[in-house]
Each structure stands twice: as structure tokens, then as C-alpha cells.
């Protein structure tokens, strides 16, 4: 069924019953259905995915360039401030997806590709060279791969963490 379809149809069946209640959920339900195809939400994931790459990076040059230009190596409440904004920012993009909603696997297949993104970023920027005591560069395979998947799963944990606060909030609102 295509997704005017599914409104329809639903809209139908909440005009159709006498219970108010349940008419005015099933018609929030028909509202909330997703109206963009796979492809849409790979490309919003994606575009997600270059923004994490972009923050990042400039969170990384920014404390880089605090330190005097690469003269000195950073600080360990630098690297534990890298180190929470890495783990945030994932986060909270995973949240506003999942706001948006936008469909997990289309979220996951474009955070995988987290590694290509910061890449190209690095070398068009000319700044791989700046980042020496910072991050590892070149990125060896085995850095690369479990924060590709860290961040890909810290993505889908602030999914997850959304649509739970977004469950219980609607519990809260209706007891019944």
C-alpha cells in the first residue's frame, strides 16, 4: 500500500467508530506516518553523518589550535572534552533522526561510511598534516573500524533513547 493509502485508511476507520479517544490516536498515528522513501533517508542520514564528520573535526582543530598550533601535545581535560563531544554529538544526531524519523538501517548504512566522510574532509581541508599528535593519521584500519561502528551505534543509541523518552512521555500523557 502506498502511504496516501495507509492514511486514508486509517482516517476512514477513526471516522467510522464513536470512540473519540481512539479516533484522535489513530488519526496522530495517520499524521506520523513516514512520508519519505529509503532513499530520502539515506540521503538525510548521510548528510547527518558529513555534519558529525564536520563537527567533529572542527572540535578537533579548534582544541588544536588552543594549544599554540600543534606545539604542544593536548592536555588530558582536552582529550576528556574531545572525548565526551565525540561520544554527544553522535548522540544527539541519532536523536533528532530519530525526531525526524528517519528509518535505522538507512541511519546505519550512512554513519558507516563515517571514515570516507572524515577522509575527504581532512585531505580537501589540507589540515591531515595539523592533526599529528592529535589523531592517528593515517587512519590505520584497526582505529578506524571501531569508532566507525562506535559512532554508528551511539547514533542508534540516541534513536533509541529518543523513541523510549518519546514512549513514556506519551504513557505519561495517557494513562490509559
Not at 22 to 43: F, G, I, K, Y
Not at 91 to 105: E, F, K
Not at 113 to 133: E, M, Q, Y
Not at 138 to 167: E, H, N
Request: aromatic share 6%.
Amino acid at each position: 500500500m502506498t502511504h496516501e493509502e495507509w492514511t486514508t485508511g486509517m482516517r476512514n476507520e477513526a471516522d467510522s467508530t464513536g470512540d473519540t479517544r481512539w479516533a484522535a490516536q489513530t488519526r496522530r498515528a495517520a499524521a506520523s506516518l513516514p512520508r519519505r522513501t529509503v532513499r530520502a533517508d539515506a540521503l538525510l542520514a548521510a548528510g547527518a553523518a558529513l555534519g558529525v564528520a564536520v563537527t567533529l573535526l572542527g572540535l578537533i582543530l579548534a582544541a588544536h589550535l588552543l594549544t599554540g598550533a600543534g606545539t604542544r601535545v593536548p592536555r588530558p581535560s582536552q582529550g576528556w572534552w574531545l572525548g565526551l563531544n565525540v561520544g554527544l554529538i553522535p548522540l544527539i544526531a541519532g536523536m533528532i533522526l530519530a525526531a525526524d524519523r528517519a528509518r535505522p538501517g538507512a541511519v546505519a548504512a550512512a554513519f558507516l561510511t563515517t571514515p570516507l566522510w572524515w577522509g575527504l574532509l581532512t585531505h580537501l581541508l589540507g589540515v591531515s598534516g595539523l592533526l599529528s599528535g592529535w589523531t592517528a593519521w593515517p587512519l590505520s584500519p584497526t582505529a578506524t573500524l571501531p569508532a566507525t561502528l562506535g559512532i554508528t551505534g551511539l547514533t542508534l543509541g540516541g534513536m533509541g533513547l529518543y523513541r523510549r523518552v518519546q514512549g513514556g512521555w506519551a504513557r505519561l500523557r495517557n494513562p490509559a
